[in-house]
């Protein structure tokens, strides 16, 4: 289980953010991070404010969410968007 004081302020942002994004599974973040989904779900409760911890619960056990390999369509073969170009710093390149 890897320590969550280990990562940097930078990829702590990066890890919620995955997290917040429903097309990110789970397994990304593992992949990527080494943190398994308890480890996520303890991240996201620590730093998130409580009310936007309980609304990202909510989304993602609600069936919405494709965080769970498992659960997401077969058409989806891709953790972004199509439209997105190469992230740097936590932001979307400019078109």
């Avoid at 990562?7 to 789970?26: G, Q």
């Avoid at 480890?39 to 619960?57: A, C, N």
Wanted: glycine content about 4%; aromatic content about 10%; overall charge positive.
């Amino acid at each position: 289980m890897a320590d969550v004081s280990q990562f940097t302020e930078r990829k702590l942002d990066r890890i919620i953010e995955m997290a917040w994004e429903d097309r990110t599974p789970f397994e990304a973040i593992l992949f990527q991070f080494g943190l398994p989904e308890k480890e996520v779900i303890k991240v996201m409760r620590g730093y998130l404010k409580t009310s936007s911890f309980k609304r990202w619960r909510k989304r993602v056990n609600s069936g919405v969410s494709q965080k769970h390999l498992k659960k997401r369509s077969s058409e989806i073969t891709r953790f972004k968007c199509t439209r997105q170009r190469a992230i740097s710093g936590n932001k979307i390149s400019k078109r």
